[in-house]
């Protein structure tokens, strides 16, 4: 599947000429350099580049948890950039869901009180029967009682991502959620991510180092001095690897590639 997709009404997250600088304006960083692209509902993608390319503040900025210096975000239809904190951080819990490297559980909850954590925030209740299926999706099913202390690394980011499918979310964002992993850890928590957008029909986008974890995706996006240089669908660990090793020659020189049409 190596056609590009049209940009559409389907597209959950648009960014528009994201723009997001740190410090003055001759002196600062500009992390993200008038970024636009658009992630459509029920795909899974996938955003790789080198170390300070900007990856993770385009995750955040898609995710209102920064904001950009100019430009605009809309989450399913809903512009982010200007919203209040307050409306920011319900549209967060109600709409967007997180897995982090670290997993970010709370040590004194079990695992169903960590999971049903972002309903209690959003001062909602479970379904009834919600809280074991979305533990039995993810491979927890009569784990519910225990602690996190209790499990590997891996049962605790399944753990993190049900607390991210219980509101389920209108997109789930991931900063390096296998980066902690093993290999074989790592390859479990991308078919539960894969699944929850094939079978779940929910929307991932993950930042990652990794072009094996990359290739789980359906698209995965390029990123160089906080500009979107190339982008690939359905491709190979080899491929998403060899396309890593021409960012290099793009930063060198920049003024003589042509970026990958992304948008
Ligand atoms: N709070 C901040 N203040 C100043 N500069 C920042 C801040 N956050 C990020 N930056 C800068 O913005 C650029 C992009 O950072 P970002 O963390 O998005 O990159 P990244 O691609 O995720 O990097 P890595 O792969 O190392 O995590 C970097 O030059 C970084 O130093």
Not at 79 to 92: A, P, Q, V
Not at 103 to 116: F, G, I, Q
Not at 117 to 143: D, H, I, M, N, T
Not at 206 to 215: G, L
Request: charge should be positive; glycine fraction near 12%.
């Amino acid at each position: 599947m190596n056609s590009t997709p049209q940009r559409g009404a389907d597209e959950v997250v648009v960014l528009s000429r994201v723009r997001r600088a740190y410090g003055a304006e001759h002196t600062g960083v500009v992390a993200l350099d008038g970024v636009s692209i658009g992630f459509r509902r029920g795909t899974f993608t996938a955003v790789m580049g080198p170390s300070g390319s900007g990856k993770t503040t385009l995750l955040q900025c898609a995710a209102g948890l920064d904001r950009p210096t100019s430009g605009s975000v809309l989450l399913d239809g809903v512009e982010l950039t200007g919203m209040s904190e307050r409306k920011l951080t319900k549209l967060r819990r109600e709409r967007i869901g997180f897995v982090f490297q670290s997993y970010n559980l709370l040590p004194a909850l079990t695992v169903e009180d960590n999971v049903t954590l972002p309903l209690r925030l959003a001062s909602r209740k479970a379904e009834p029967g919600s809280v074991a299926r979305v533990l039995e999706q993810v491979g927890l099913a009569g784990r519910g009682k225990r602690r996190p202390d209790e499990l590997s690394g891996g049962q605790r980011q399944r753990v993190a991502i049900a607390r991210a499918l219980i509101t389920e979310p209108a997109v789930i964002f991931g900063d390096e959620p296998t980066g902690a992993l093993d290999t074989h850890t790592a390859l479990e928590v991308l078919r539960l991510l894969r699944s929850a957008v094939r079978d779940g029909g929910r929307t991932a986008v993950i930042v990652t180092h990794d072009p094996v974890a990359a290739s789980h995706a359906d698209r995965v996006v390029f990123l160089a001095d906080g500009r979107i240089v190339d982008e690939v669908y359905g491709a190979s660990a080899e491929t998403i690897a060899e396309r890593m090793t021409h960012l290099g020659a793009w930063a060198e020189h920049p003024a003589v590639h042509v970026p990958g049409g992304s948008v």
